[in-house]
Structures are given as C-alpha cells and as structure tokens.
Nanobody, 121 residues
C-alpha cells in the first residue's frame, strides 16, 4: 500500500506563487510515474503535470502554458508543483497521484486526499 500526502495549499491573491508538495510512503510504488491533478469548481478532475521519479522526465497539460513547474526529490520521495502567476481559475483541490505516466496523463493506482488552493481576484 502507498500513502500520498499533499501539502502547501493556501489562499492567495491573483498573481501569487505557491509550491505544493507530495510525500509518498509505504510499500514500493507501482510504476515510476507521479502526477498532479486538480478539480476546480464545477469541473471534473483534470491532469496538470506529471514526472517520472526515476529519470525526472516531465510532462504538462497544455493549459499550464509554462506557469507551473513539476519537480522531485528522488531520495526523499517527494514531488513538488511550483505554480506561478496564479489566477482565480486555478482555484480548486490539487491531488497527488502515483501510477503509470503516459503523454499528458497518468493512469493512477494511488491518490492523495488533496490540498486546497484558493486564488482571490
């Protein structure tokens, strides 16, 4: 079993930056992929960015447009998401997931509970 725990969500003003973290613990993770998803009000959960923990190869959803950067600390088994230029449309719950990374998506085997991001205008 794998546990994923997100942190770093906050209430910020438009234009601000945030860094989200996801710590993994438990038994060996199935697949080397990790990703961030988000669920914004009134919408379904959507893929934001992914990374291969062993190689550091990254992948982003098209709407990110260079504002977000995903990274990892392989030794500590932590994944990060740095978000710049936050907009009220980025308000939502951000989830960490682990599984099989494919282009612009992750087939998730495990999910975290999410961390809430609120961006005020």
């Amino acid at each position: 079993q794998v546990q994923l725990e997100e942190s770093g969500g906050d209430t910020v003003e438009a234009g601000s930056s945030l860094i989200l973290s996801c710590v993994a613990s438990g038994s060996a993770i199935s697949g080397a992929g990790r990703a961030w998803f988000r669920q914004t009000p009134g919408k379904e959960r959507e893929y934001v960015a992914g990374i291969k923990m062993n190689t550091g190869q990254t992948d982003y959803a098209r709407f990110v447009k260079g504002r977000f950067t995903i990274s990892r600390d392989g030794f500590k088994n932590i994944m990060y998401l740095r978000m710049n230029g936050l907009d009220p449309a980025d308000t939502g719950v951000y989830f960490c997931a682990a599984g099989n990374l494919i282009p612009e998506y992750l087939i998730a085997s495990f999910w975290g509970r999410g961390t809430e991001v609120t961006v005020s205008s």
